[in-house]
């Protein structure tokens, strides 16, 4: 007796549909097993097989730019192999040359990096939260390594290193920055303040917080430094007139402005030089 035909949800399709069918389902068998463990001759299914990796290709890299630094310090590496071998130790498991690169590309140079806001570095490709913070870490060891080199000396004939200091601080700042050293009656550093931040290009100065600041720690000298994001330092009719009220207000009080500074990322502007003052 003939068997009935088995019950099909598409009654309409034909022979060569079915064939169709049948086909797909072999092929998705076909692949199914083939991704499966091959079997051993117990039947039973066996662990897959652990294969070792070689190592990244970085690895050697690594290597080779570690003895460099070694046998001819860094006289021998460009500015992004520096900042290179510093994000092995940060990115361990990161081919960090590129990362290195985009950092100067985007910055200019080591000092625009390490100047740089962790948020802005965190824009770079590569650079999360915690390596933002390292390297802005390693930057303030480097102000307090020059800000030191200013203790217990006098700082107008230790004229070289304030400027080196005030430039690391100051210099890369996305925003003005209105600074104060302090001197004793020996010009040597008694405190170094940020007094105020301002904007891109302005900075409120208040002379009698000048002032009354000096008074509080017994200072009798002063130099103003303030940074100017836009990378020119050259004085506005605005700081010239900050800076004559700041010295008229403290000269009756005893305290000597010896100086107001400008930084920028193109170099730095003295009053004093200038004759300003």
Known sequence: MPQPPLPSSKTSDGPDERA?????????????FAEQAPMPGNGKKSHPVKVEEPPAHYHGHRDRLRNRYREHGDTALADYEILELLLFRLI?????????????????????????????LQEVKGVGESVALDLKLIASVGQRILKSELR???????????????????????????RILFLDKRNALIADEVQGRGT????????????????????????????????????SRADIDMTKTIIDT?????????????????GHVSFRGLRLI
């Open 20 to 32: 169709a069918e049948v086909d797909d389902l072999f092929s998705d068998e076909r692949g199914f």
């Open 92 to 120: 361990p498991r990161r081919d960090t040359k590129p990362i290195a690169k985009a950092l100067i590309d985007r910055f200019g140079n080591l000092a625009g990096v390490f100047g740089a806001e962790a948020t802005l």
């Open 152 to 178: 217990g000396k006098q700082v107008l004939s230790s004229w070289s290193s304030v400027i080196d200091y005030c430039h690391a601080a100051m210099a890369y700042e996305a925003r003005e920055q209105f």
């Open 200 to 235: 891109v290009d302005h900075t409120p100065v208040y002379p009698r917080e000048v002032v009354r600041r000096a008074l509080e720690l017994s200072a009798t000298a002063i130099i103003l430094v303030h940074n100017h994001p836009s990378g020119d330092p050259t004085p």
């Open 250 to 266: 403290a000269k009756p009080l005893g305290i000597t402005v010896h100086d107001h500074i400008i930084i920028g990322k193109d």
